[in-house]
């Protein structure tokens, strides 16, 4: 009996602290699963965030959720709002249009909303947009390779998959080339952010041009495919590899100096879902909101700073 | 009453049968003469080889599955069985080689290349018995694998990359690297496969048998054959071939990530069904799947060597290709 | 109601082999013809004109008078012609109703109106004398069953001549017997019947007149009392077929024991069956379909579970779980089905004959010179007739491919050779072949069983005849005791 009287005593304390949550912040956080390195990267970065932001505030909550397609995202979003009763959001989208609606359904319904990296169709559906810079993903290598070269070179160029963000990085460094007269971009064809495409697109170019400077591979996993491919021909006229993102192992080779074709790159960091998380739940708990739009900046990685990027635990 | 003269072939339709025999072995010759003079570095031994070498993983994968297609059934799990062996070997590689065979590097390679054979034949093993003793469609064992194998090894990895340790990329690399009188080492072993696949479908009881249960199941369950061991063998006999494949890939990167292999399921049946081999089975020629699988590999070679077409549309260039083959090849009704 | 045909001089090509050679001939409406002639002969071609599934490539085609040229089986079922094909074309998961009235179906208001289809479908199904709900599955009847649902269907088309392509090839006699029935009464509503049979004795019994092709030709024409069945078989063979039987040789009279069944129990199917069979022996398997036969022998060799039973080859107990354990003790089964369970058409003759033995031509690299040297004897060996030996077993006529059948699943040397309507869609000349071959088995010493719905061919052919009813032996029968009557009595419970 005095056994039962505890467990009623402890059930009402807990309905008490219940009705207390209001003022709590419950955040969700929405992001693809891992599917490659650099989702991996995301995916490892939202739980790090949740693990540190939870135990510095009891009254935040973090849960986490991966989604491998965009309507299972969109469903995803539901369960949030009316199974965990969020009342903040940070939204990775897979797509910005066919998310918007769902994100703005969230929204209307009180919920406060960050969106991350991919920009909806409708600003008015999220409260503040945090990404990563693209323009400067393509800019920057392109102005470094223009000073490697004094701005004279043949360059091959690799792209990612079809979409507006391999568009926008690529307009970038297209934009700087030009500005150089001298600076040639000998092709640019799809090696859909994966090593072995890039592999033989590599191939491909080394039968093609007997002659090139530089490649800028955009990305880290592909300049490993590129890497290969050279070595297996044997070419030395190429000087230069630049990769893209600021993947761990490219960061170590350039924090070593391994080797002397790849010497820089760009940061792109799945960091900047963890800065969202943490830029949110923080003004959310004091009451405040997020500027509009937060630019994670995209950073020249060298020699001198590339310990600033390296993350030995993080997957990616 | 069947009528025997609708049925001999008119002598108008002669040359068109034969034409169905020789028809990818044709579109190749075209595509080949279309490269040169597109690029002429298109016809130079070191990039005949390159295609060569990189057709080998899709083209080994190929030949077993021909075995499969011509039984009957199918096999969506290729890509992901391929990038999960390709973990498994990466893992057990490494940990050895910095255990207790650190010194033994060699050992270490070789131990890892069983293992893939092995891997690859389990798994191929247990899709046949699932398919045979479960009575579950080919389609949907393999397409339920296709997510268990990718899922297992994106969790090995943990989404990122496995990649092997330095001193066992320089003892293993070689094998994707390294030729012999020329000819790269993956070649000869494409070269090898082909031979004894052909070999054991046209001159072996096995081959037979496999072909008389894609003809007709029942008739071949009727006339003693065991169809159901037969079935099985076929799928472990395409899950050795991807770990031959698989053990020659992991050499060229030296790394396994979520996106190895991806795919490859469709280019292999690809090659087999351009390759003259009927979807439907009974029918088809490993010769036939060679021919398509290096076929497939070239388009995409000639695409990459000129940049006559927008890159939006090399697939759909890919699929051009695919389709008036299959034409050139159809089988009469 | 009724309908005349006249055809005039009709011609059919295909590419260079001609296979009708302008015929002519007249067909009056309310009458039963029996379409006579070996396979190859051009009845089926010249039905697919009449039906609309080919065109004639010279000649013209008259239908009460008017010259007509089909383009398609649905024009020519807008003129009241319907063929009945030997392999039916029903949608097999489909209902009866939905059967009946595919690609003609009634609807209200743009959506289908199932009530109005069962209720026609019942009228018509009442009228082909079946009790079946038009709701059932077509998967779900029998064969006998599907034929009367396809005449059915004839009628749902206000048919008025009707082709009927072997239709009692796979009926027991009781059935024949309630097709006929409903024939004549067709004849009596006015519908004129083309009847094509390898049967003489059916034709004799139920048509009125015979039109008897050869080679593509028209060859004659005779009221059907007026010709004796040899006559009819002299008229479509072109020369003289002696008798169609071998004479009876008996097994010795000390021929030891082959093959003994003890209790054999298939559930659903069979409930205790014990038989034997001596060396030299040919025992014969009666019963209507449904009797059991075909499922108890698919028990036996192990394609079907079974409850109970033991078996013995040579004396010694043997353990028959699969087709090829049961081929190793010496025991081969050739389906009924012939293209769905005894032979792969798409491959070639070569293929298919050494399929069941193949180890003994791996070495482990198949003897491709040893296998067409045994191919080329069991062409000899059994008469089977190719044009060509290295074509696939699909171009070949249904006698050869039913002699090619044989030879494949005689190639492992069985002791024992079970035969599962061993003539079924064979025509004369090749039938006779087909039974003088089973009395040379016989003669060799191996044990053979025949299972079979023609009466004639086991009377004529078998030492003894064991007959099924529901799933049990009611009676094994000597040469003696055979006779018409005494099989149909046993077979249907009546005697």
Known sequence: MKRLM????????????????????????????????????????????????EKQH?????????????????????????????????????????????????????????????????TSAQDAYVAGDNTAFGKL?????????????????????????????????????KTHPDMKILDAKYGNWNRDDAFKVMQDYLTRFKHIDAVWAADDDMAVGVLKAISQAKRTDIKEVFGGAGAKGAVKTIMDGSNPLIKADVSYSPKFIYDAIKLTAEARLKGEKLPANTIIPSVLITKDNAKQFYFPDSPF | MPLAPTETPRASLRWLGKLHAVGPLLGLLVLCVAGTLLNSDFATFDN????????????????????????????????????????????????LGT????????????????????????????????????????????LGTLGIFRAVLTWLADG???????????????????????????????????????????????????????????????????????????????????????????????????????????????AVVVGGTALKGGEGRVFGTVIGAILLSVISNILNLTSIISVYLNAAVQGGVIIVVAFLQRSRR | MSLKIRFEQISKRFGPVEVLHEVSFGVAPGRIYGLLGENGAGKSTLMKILAGYEQASAGQLWVDDHAQTFTGPRQAEANGIVLIHQ???????????????????????????????HAATRHYLDQVGLSADPATPVRRLIVAEKQLVEIAKALSRNARLLIMDEPTATLTPGETERLFTLMRKLRADGVTLLYISHKLDEVERITDEIVVMRDGRFVTRAPTASVT??????????????????????????????????????????????????????????????????????AIIGLRARSGGDFAINGQPVRLNNPRAAMRHGLTYLSEDRKGKGLHVDLGLRQNLTLMTLERYAHPLLDVAAETAALTRAVHDFGIRTGDINSKARMLSGGNQQKLALAKFLHPDPKVVVLDEPTRGVDVGAKRDIYFLIQALAQQGRAVIVISSELLELIGLCHRVAVLRGGQLQTTLDADQLTEEALIGYATGTH
């Not at chain 1, 995202?73 to 959001?89: E, G, M, P, S």
């Not at chain 2, 060569?52 to 069985?81: C, H, K, N, P, Q």
């Not at chain 3, 998961?93 to 289809?117: P, T, V, W, Y």
């Open chain 1, 6 to 53: 505890c467990v009623i005593s402890a059930s009402l304390l807990a309905l008490s602290t219940l009705a207390h949550a209001a003022e709590k912040v419950t955040l969700g956080v929405s992001i693809p699963t891992a599917t490659h390195s650099f989702t991996a990267g995301i995916v490892w970065w939202a739980n790090e965030a949740k693990k540190e932001l």
């Open chain 1, 58 to 122: 009891p009254d935040l909550k973090v849960i986490v959720k991966t989604a491998s397609a965009a309507p299972e995202q969109a469903n995803q979003l539901q369960d949030l709002l009316t199974v965990n009763k969020i009342n903040a959001l940070v939204v990775f989208p897979f797509e910005s249009a066919s998310l918007t609606k769902p994100v703005a359904q969230v929204k209307a319904k009180g919920v406060y909303v960050t969106v991350v990296d991919r920009g909806l169709t409708d």
């Open chain 1, 141 to 177: 290598p392109a102005e470094y390779l223009a000073k490697q070269f004094n701005g004279k070179g043949d360059i091959v160029v690799l792209r990612g998959i079809p979409t507006t963000l391999d568009n926008e990085r690529f307009d970038a460094f297209n934009g700087v080339i």
């Open chain 2, 48 to 95: 005949m080889m390159n295609v060569l070498t990189r057709t080998a993983f899709i083209g080994i994968i190929a030949v077993g599955m021909t075995f499969v297609i011509m039984s009957g059934g199918i096999d969506l799990s290729v890509g992901s069985m391929a990038a999960l062996i390709a973990g498994s070997m990466i893992l057990l590689m490494n940990k």
């Open chain 2, 99 to 142: 255990g207790t065979l650190a010194a033994h590097p060699v050992a270490v390679v070789g131990l890892g290349i069983t293992l893939a054979l092995v891997l690859g034949a389990v798994f191929g093993a247990i899709h046949g018995l699932l398919i045979t003793r479960g009575r579950i469609e080919p389609f949907i064992v393999t």
């Open chain 2, 160 to 270: 990122g990359a496995l990649t092997l340790e330095n001193t066992l990329t320089d003892v293993y690399s070689p094998v994707y690297y390294g030729a012999v009188l020329g000819v790269p080492i993956p070649v000869w072993i494409f070269v090898l496969v082909a031979l004894l696949g052909a070999l054991l479908l046209n001159r072996t009881a096995f081959g037979r048998h496999v072909q008389a249960i894609g003809s007709n199941e029942q008739v071949a369950r009727y006339a003693a054959i065991r169809v159901d061991l037969v079935k099985t063998l076929t799928h472990a006999l395409l899950g050795l071939c991807v770990g031959i494949a698989t053990l020659l890939y992991v050499p060229r990167l030296g790394s396994a990530t979520p996106t190895t292999g991806l795919l490859w399921e469709l280019e292999a049946i690809a």
């Open chain 3, 87 to 117: 392999e039916f074309n029903l949608a097999e998961h489909l209902s009866i109703a939905q059967n009946i009235f595919l690609g003609h179906e009634i609807k209200r208001h743009g959506l289908l109106d199932d009530r109005a289809m």
């Open chain 3, 229 to 298: 069945r040899q006559q009819m078989a002299n008229l479509m063979v072109g020369r003289d077929v002696s008798e169609l039987f071998p004479p009876r040789l008996p097994p010795a009279t000390d021929a030891p024991e082959v093959f003994a069944v003890n209790h054999l129990k298939v559930p659903g199917w069979m409930q205790d069956l014990s038989f034997s069979v001596r060396a030299g022996e040919i025992l014969g398997f009666a019963g209507l379909v449904g009797a059991g036969r075909t499922e108890a022998f698919e």
